[in-house]
DNA sequence: CTAAGTGCAAAATGTTTGCATACTT
DNA sequence: AAGTATGCAAACATTTTGCACTTAG
């Protein structure tokens, strides 16, 4: 986990400025590699996987695994919201394989609950909530 | 997702006798195939794969995903699971790995919840909370 | 100059698939 | 016989890695 930054360079700069651009939190290191290959390929991709997880060590970039086979997602956050702003919860769909993102305050509330009572610390970029969507129930 | 099964064949058949007789949380299709290689291949590895995913559709065995790159695991619950016993909710320790069964008045709430405000039909049997426990803090 | 970062192509990983064969009913 | 299931090997998709090269400090 020694990943912090030492130098600055040209690449990591505009990754993030793309990023921030595109605050999406469903955003896969595929589709970035695409968007900067059909840019005349300004960063490898190496160079991207590598920057990401750095991202995601920095706590710059969220990380979120929605299931084991298709790719992680990641989601810009920015340096100073780390508490400004709302956790983004998962729910996937079993039946049709939608992705639902959601704030929920009873879901925070639920997170406290389970660390107070039950000593346990939920990650919720880690954490999906399987079943059935409404379009499907 | 028409996965029920017409024929009982001999590999599905010892598939589930070993699932049963090991049903850690922690097993995963490799560990899996693995084993029966060093018992002479009696099933391959497609079939594995397989009967592992039509297993999980039918509620016998569930599929945790602990992180995008590592390989799935499977935790044989039986036929009975669905047909309600008390409600078991699953949290995942990502340190060491452990996993917590629990029965929680809260996160029934929570479900209801999430159906009413939500229109999402959470299915806890298939929902795996993953984040730190008590030991790892 | 040195350490850090990059890019390529190749490897690793875990899982799925096409197709001919074999088994269930 | 007809419909399923199997096994192999090859295909896949995503991510990681080895190594020579470039760049920031």
Redesign the pocket.
């Known amino acids: 986990m020694n990943?912090?930054?030492?130098?600055?360079?040209?690449?990591?700069e505009i990754?993030l400025e793309f990023l921030e651009a595109s605050p999406s939190p469903h955003i896969?290191?595929?589709d970035v590699?695409e968007y900067f290959k059909s840019k005349g390929?300004?960063?490898?991709?190496?160079?991207?996987?590598?920057?990401?997880?750095?991202l995601v060590d920095e706590g710059i970039v969220n990380k979120y695994t929605i299931d084991?086979?298709?790719?992680?997602c990641f989601e810009y956050v920015g340096e100073g919201a780390h508490h400004e702003k709302e956790t983004c919860y998962h729910c996937k769909c079993e039946k049709c394989g939608k992705l639902i993102h959601l704030h929920c305050e009873e879901l925070e509330e639920f997170q406290i609950h389970l660390l107070q009572e039950h000593h346990f610390k939920m990650d919720p970029a880690r954490t999906v909530f399987y079943g059935v969507c409404d379009d499907c129930l």
Chains 1, 2 share one sequence.
């Open positions: 990943t912090r930054p030492k130098y600055k360079t040209k690449q990591k990754l896969t290191a595929g590699c390929s300004p960063i490898g991709q190496s160079t991207i996987y590598r920057q990401l997880e750095r084991g086979n298709s790719p992680a």
